[in-house]
């Protein structure tokens, strides 16, 4: 048996990188959470919208980022033909890393299909220790058995990533630059946008994501769906993050700084609107409600317009970093 004491709690609810925030502020790094979300990108996303967005919707793999912060990693690969093997592998893999000192990242470990921070394991009980995204693993370490990884790695073919020392060094200002660049280009994808007038649902990203989402709410009948629980607490934390971003950088950046701290302001109404709109499409609210949609859709069509305001002064600012 063996636990890391001390990994923090998640203070953002994110499906993919806030683990490894985490797992890097443990190995000595102290990445706040909007510096931290606006270099990984999800400050500014939002694509679906579905269930599955907010853990695919990336910039970048987990993988990427944690080289991009000058760390390596090593894949522990999942093969549904081999099950005890892909556990065994698991199991060993997480073990050495704990053991040295280091937490993992371990699919489905504690959530549903997302990317998990592991910071301890018992052989006698077979389970494995950590943190989740979810609001249960906000104290104590969560505990869960170390098999239920496989449960789900068939979507990524993975089951773990071990976080290795690296030699590289962070380039923060390019990071941030490239950052704000694929903020922008997000938000004016037009993928699937010729496609809206098939039968067939379609995933849409940036602004196309939140016109249909204000669209759907404008119906009186339309129902609130998992996706739409699911995004809305995930968005509305995430994007909580972008102004706080943009105004820890906007020091570095004098030619841009002034428009930079304006779409600063516009991104935290936008996310004083999504946070308005937790109770209404969250996990607890109706599913049909003809006021309640009313009333989604005019904060939805106010966050997207926030949104759009924002991304367009980046989209100017951004060719004076």
Known sequence: M??????????????????????????????SVAYFHGIAGTAFRIGGICPCAPTCTLSM?????????????????YDSTNMNGSLAKLI????????????????????????????????NERVFYGRGAYPIYSGDYGKKPWNKSLEQAGLTGLTAIIIKRGDR?????????????????????RENVDKLDSNEWVFLQGKAAYKRWTDDFSKPDHK???????CINVYSSCHAQAGSFLRGITADYPKASAIMTEAAQIFDKEAECLGLLVPLL????????????????????????????AIDLLSTAVEEM
């Open 169 to 189: 060094k962070f380039d923060k200002r390019t990071a941030e630059i490239v950052a704000i660049k694929e903020a922008v280009r997000h938000a004016n994808d």
């Open 92 to 123: 060993n893999a997480v073990q050495e890393s704990v053991d040295g000192g280091v937490p993992a990242l371990v699919w489905n470990a504690f959530t549903q299909c997302e990317w998990d921070i592991v910071t301890g394991y018992d052989e």
């Open 282 to 309: 969250g996990w607890n609210s109706p599913q049909t409600d003809m006021q309640r949609n009313e009333n989604a859709s005019v904060l939805l069509r106010k966050a997207a317009e926030y949104y759009g305001l």
């Open 224 to 230: 609130r769906g998992l996706g739409d629980a699911y």
């Open 61 to 77: 793999s987990v993988g990427q980022l944690i080289r991009l912060f000058g760390y390596d990693y090593e894949e522990i690969s």
């Open 2 to 31: 063996k636990i890391l004491n001390g990994v923090s709690n998640y203070a953002v609810y994110e499906t993919n990188f806030e683990a490894v925030r985490l797992a890097l502020n443990f190995l000595g790094e102290n990445y």
